[in-house]
């Protein structure tokens, strides 16, 4: 009831608030079914990849990395067109259409080039659809809660991850990881069902005014840079999480060391909406730091840890809080960009999150192959450090 009670209150003679906590609810399961699509195949790739096709750990950090490099670039186009357009739906439909048809395509692969393809279409879709999405939960979400909405949206959606990856673990028990591609493409289409459903009235209100009018330019304002350039800093120290699945594999079977991802999953589903909430009432920038602590202290205990009872809880804290700090720092562009630059702020934030996310695989690939795993996670907590001071530095600015 207290979940309901923050997207629905009571003292709500206004329509508006209704159809828009009902919006953020349908978003919410909108994520969790593309999340089941998502994890029945990331869950299980990088295996394929390394055991499959026989490529190397530098490898598949690099092409895990270009991959979303290329979503998190595409979405400053989607969001770009999202906000000149103000059709933030039509845009979500092309993106989880092309989501639900390019899944099986990964079962006619048997090479890297071919995955690699394969892989740049599917993140392509999902940057199309991604800035609309976050767009439309801002301009649905109750406006003093939006860490909270972003938080239930990704509770939601990394259950569907939670669940991808347990059923994706099943497939495999009985079947190949080519039914497994077939089947991934099943809850993208339920995705598309929900979607339809969805109110985005409230994107479009003065859908004929030029959002790139310099007085809505000018919002984009030292705050926001300052919020990327914390976010790409916290970002650099994000371990990619297909290393993170040869990491379990070296001490399960690499049939099992899939069910890994449903730590991944389990995680944010429990850390994001609580931290959420948290980041509203407690302020921001102190639960940034909070999660930056939990990422060192998670990579300490897995450098050091040799059993799944160390790693598994280990990786659900550092996914967690991965995930809460995207929310807390979607949260913070949505207060302070005007609403009709949103969709392309976002797309700017994914934007560096990507470029952040392909540098930071690449360095931790490289040391992982080259040097051992000790250099990787080193080099992670590293980052982490310089997260803090510069969460320190910049807190008056963006308190």
């Known amino acids: 009831m207290k979940i309901m009670s923050l997207f629905c209150p009571r003292e709500g003679k206004d329509s508006r608030i209704r159809s828009e906590s009902r919006s953020v609810w349908l978003l919410s399961a909108y994520g969790l079914t593309l999340g089941i699509s998502t ?114 949206f990704k509770s939601l959606k990394t259950a569907g991850t939670l669940l991808g990856a347990i059923i994706s673990t099943a497939i495999l028990c009985f079947g190949n990881y080519k039914i497994l591609f077939w089947c991934a493409g099943v809850p993208a289409l339920a995705s598309i069902c929900i979607l339809r459903n969805v109110d985005d009235k409230a994107s479009r209100t003065h859908s004929n005014a030029n959002p790139f009018k310099k007085k809505y330019v000018k919002s984009l304002d030292k705050r926001f840079w300052t919020i990327l350039l914390l976010a790409g800093i916290c970002e650099l120290s994000h371990f990619g999480e297909s290393l ?27 850390l994001a909406y609580p931290l959420g909430l948290a980041a509203d009432r407690y302020g921001k920038m102190r639960i940034i730091e909070i999660c930056l602590w939990l990422s060192i202290f998670s990579y300490l205990f897995m450098l050091k840890g040799n059993s799944t009872m160390v790693l598994f809880p280990c990786i659900m804290i550092l996914c967690g809080q991965q995930a809460s700090l995207q929310s807390i720092f979607l949260s913070m562009i949505g207060e302070c960009v005007s609403e009709r630059l949103r969709a392309t702020a976002i797309g700017i934030f994914y934007s560096l999150i990507g470029t952040s996310y392909l540098i930071a695989s690449v360095i931790c690939g490289r040391f992982w192959e080259n040097y051992g795993q000790e250099y990787a996670f080193s080099y992670a907590i590293i980052l982490c450090f310089l997260g803090l001071a510069a969460a320190g530095f910049f807190r008056k600015t963006l308190s």
């Open 39 to 152: 994890m029945m195949l990331y869950s299980q790739l990088a295996l394929y990849l390394k055991y499959e096709l026989k490529i190397g750990e530098s490898s598949i950090a690099l092409i895990d990395g270009f991959v979303e490099f290329v979503s998190y670039l595409t979405r400053i186009c989607a969001g770009i067109l999202s906000d000149y357009l103000r059709n933030r739906k039509m845009l979500m439909m092309v993106g989880c259409a092309i989501l639900c048809l390019i899944k099986p395509v990964f079962a006619m692969t048997s090479s890297a080039a071919q995955v690699l393809g394969a892989e740049i279409v599917e993140r392509l879709a999902n940057g199309i659809q991604a800035c609309p999405r976050d767009a439309l939960i801002v301009d649905s979400g109750p406006q003093k809660r939006l860490a909270a909405a972003f938080g239930l």
């Open 244 to 270: 993170l699945t040869i990491r379990v594999s070296f001490i399960i079977s690499p049939q099992l060391a899939g069910i890994t991802a449903v730590f991944m999953g389990l995680g944010p589903a429990l």
